[in-house]
T-cell receptor
């Protein structure tokens, strides 16, 4: 079967760094995605990892370890607008399978 | 259009009625996906189109659910004899990448369905 686990909620302070973890078990592996979803809005693409290692894109970085079935999303210099749900999704032999998302609250 | 367009944005219906949800993907995107999102749940895959054919419809919850795509563009998701458990936000996404599901998905704003 396919299973994706990520924490339900996290809280972090404005200006700080937060790491959102994701573990997965899937049939086949074609890459791991992170999406951001603000309340009441459509998910938007943040990052894609297919090889092991760190991908950096501005304040956001995403890491992948295929052998461990593990990824994390790192958000630096947190801003209030980063308060949103962060969805981990894996592409395997099927269309993207999404985790339930991590709701991040950024506080002053 | 500039983005994925879905209609209606909100639909309230009575149990037992049929509903149709429409998705207009980004022009030129060959892949189209339907997902649904219930409160507190992750995105649940429903069906995938490549062009007008649906190679994977494994996520459709029951035979009350069906979908079609015409002209390699617009898609319609139909739910017959709606039940209260069908209440959710139905999200459509398109992707320019054919074949393996490695392309970025572009999501519409969703259609919020409430079944009374």
């Amino acid at each position: 079967g396919q299973n994706i686990d990520q924490p339900t909620e996290m809280t972090a302070t404005e200006g700080a760094i937060v790491q959102i973890n994701c573990t997965y078990q899937t049939s086949g592996f074609n890459g791991l995605f992170w999406y951001q979803q603000h309340a009441g809005e459509a998910p938007t693409f943040l990052s894609y990892n297919v090889l092991d290692g760190l991908e950096e894109k501005g304040r956001f970085s995403s890491f992948l370890s295929r052998s461990k079935g593990y990824s994390y999303l790192l958000l630096k210099e947190l801003q209030m607008k980063d308060s949103a749900s962060y969805l981990c999704a894996v592409s395997g032999n099927t269309p993207l399978v999404f985790g339930k998302g991590t709701r991040l609250s950024v506080i002053a | 259009g500039a983005g994925v367009s879905q209609s209606p944005s909100n639909k309230v219906t009575e149990k037992g009625k049929d509903v149709e949800l429409r998705c207009d993907p980004i022009s030129g995107h060959t892949a189209l996906y339907w997902y649904r999102q219930s409160l507190g749940q992750g995105l649940e895959f429903l069906i995938y189109f490549q062009g007008n054919s649906a190679p994977d419809k494994s996520g459709l919850p029951s035979d009350r659910f069906s979908a079609e795509r015409t002209g390699g563009s617009v898609s319609t998701l139909t739910i017959q004899r709606t039940q209260q458990e069908d209440s959710a936000v139905y999200l459509c996404a398109s992707s320019p990448r054919a074949g393996a599901h490695t392309g970025e998905l572009f999501f519409g704003e969703g259609s919020r369905l409430t079944v009374l």
